[in-house]
């Protein structure tokens, strides 16, 4: 391991944090009493010890799931912030945080070129997801009285068609269950052969007449597939409908734009237009989990959250996060962590954290131009990767015999410390006349490290070397 260099940015931080509460009178813990330095020092040697059950998600030859190690910066100032622990859901529990969330997620929202919005962090994209989708559906209620009330509508009170929401059969597996949990009924439209939503399915459905909202998935999960954006806000002027982007993996990818190829460079170019963003800071952003991030273009919508807590608005007469989230308690570590990061490494188009998403982005370029360049594999025949996650299917026979291959290398692989992913995916995918609801297990790698650049070299071997090994034995 590199050496890390959080320890020492920390003990620097905490000396210039404690400088800060100066002049508190002395005082000691209950808890932590001298004494029990070393039973502490035990403790987390055991911790330590457990914590070795895990893949090496630091190390470059980790390319598996969707899971990037945060900043040195970022970890060095959620630990920082820790000494403190301010809680982001009101200004009484964390002043300064909420202040520096405010700015952070002002810099987001800027990067999609939004002055005026509404938003704020949350624990995480499935949070901020559920949140815009609440949105979606509290704005057709009112929308809904509103034509009652005004006596326009046939419809009585109670017979109101629900309006659904739709997303593409590749959308996250979250959608469904949150629509669910809203009480909103929800529909999957077909994916093409690259993973997006196929655009005469989805007007198939909104030809129905009850959709009201659409999911645009930028950056899918499984592939990192870009849904086109361009062409469903067209249609969204020609039946009415909330876009809401999920781009909690792919929402940073905003930045490179210029640098993806098309279509998918349109799809960003457009993101602006959308009626609700989500993106995950604990994705592509740099930061330890428990950071996802809701933006709503209209401002006006922080008047569903409206609520009274006996307890949290006293002593400030300024909006709190608290009243425009879902969620009460924060992390305003989480914050804390993310302006850090950001102060560092801003989020510009010709900055050091673009170039690094670049980086992972020109990996999975190679891997997959080898990989089609080798009679062993397959790659979908449509195209390569959009982002940086890369997929492809072991050349046999019948179905069952790569998905068995597929598996058998994956673990090949992983003796030799390389650490790729499983998928299924549809078969028509690789050029095969198969139903669409035919699926085969696929390797995946995600490449969303900067250092998977100058690695891919060596995750190349390994990844030779695990077939050769297979065919040879
Ligand atoms: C990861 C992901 C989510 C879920 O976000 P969590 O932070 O894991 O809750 C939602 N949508 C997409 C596209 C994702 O990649």
């Known amino acids: 391991m590199t050496k890390d260099r959080v ?3 920390l003990d620097r931080a905490a000396e210039a944090l404690e400088r800060e509460f100066a002049g508190l ?3 000691k813990t209950v808890r932590e009493s001298d004494s029990n330095a070393g039973a502490l020092a035990q403790v987390l040697e055991e911790a330590a010890g457990r914590l070795g059950d895990n893949y090496p998600y630091f190390h470059p030859l980790y390319a598996g799931q969707m ?3 945060p900043h040195p910066v970022a970890r060095a100032a959620y630990a920082l912030a820790m000494t403190i622990n301010p809680n982001n859901h009101a200004r009484d529990g964390g002043r300064a945080s909420s202040e520096m969330e405010i700015e952070a997620v002002a810099e987001i929202a800027g990067m999609f070129g939004w002055k005026e919005y509404l938003g704020h962090l949350t624990s995480g ?7 815009a989708l609440w949105v979606a559906g509290e704005l057709q209620r009112s929308q809904g009285s509103e034509i009652r009330g005004q006596g326009s509508g046939t419809e009585g009170p109670g017979t109101r068609v629900q309006r659904r929401i739709v997303g593409s059969e590749q959308a996250h597996y979250t959608h469904h269950r949150i629509s669910h949990v809203l009480k909103l009924d929800y529909g999957s439209v077909a994916a093409d052969a690259r993973g997006r939503m196929r655009l005469d399915a989805l007007e198939d459905e909104l030809r129905r007449g009850d959709v009201g909202t659409v999911v645009v998935t930028l950056g899918t999960t499984a592939i990192g597939a870009v849904d086109p954006l361009p062409e469903i806000l067209e249609l969204r002027d020609k039946y009415g409908f909330r876009v809401h982007v999920d781009s909690a993996y792919g929402g940073y990818f905003k930045l490179i734009e210029d640098r993806l190829e098309e279509p998918a460079r ?3 170019q457009a993101i602006g237009q959308a009626d609700s ?3 995950d800071p604990h994705k592509h952003g740099l930061q330890p989990y428990g950071c996802g991030c809701v933006l709503f273009r209209d401002p006006g919508v922080g008047r569903f959250y409206k609520h009274d807590s006996p307890y949290t608005y006293f002593t400030s007469k300024e909006l709190h996060l608290g009243e425009i989230s879902l969620e009460c308690s924060r992390a305003g570590a989480a914050a804390v962590a993310l302006w850090a990061t950001q102060r560092l490494l801003p989020l510009r188009a010709d900055g050091e954290f673009a170039e690094g998403l670049a980086m992972g982005r020109r990996a999975a370029r190679e891997l997959d131009r080898r990989l089609r360049a080798d009679g062993r594999f397959e790659a979908p025949a449509a195209g390569g990767p959009e982002l940086d996650i890369v997929v492809w299917k072991v050349r046999a026979e019948t179905k069952e015999r790569s998905s068995a291959l597929a598996q058998s290398i994956f673990s090949a692989c992983a003796q030799r410390n390389l650490h790729l992913a499983l998928v299924q995916l549809p078969l028509f995918w690789f050029g095969s006349a198969s139903g669409s609801g035919e699926l085969v ?7 969303m490290k900067p250092e998977h650049e100058t690695w891919l070299e060596r995750i190349w071997d390994a990844l030779c070397d695990a077939c050769s090994e297979m065919e040879n034995g």
């Open 7 to 9: 320890p020492e940015l």
């Open 25 to 27: 009178p002395e005082f």
């Open 67 to 69: 899971l990037k190690p």
């Open 125 to 131: 994209g499935t949070m901020a997801n559920l949140e």
């Open 266 to 268: 349109r799809a960003y």
């Open 277 to 279: 963003i989500v993106i």
């Open 441 to 447: 297990t696929c390797l995946r790698s995600v490449l």
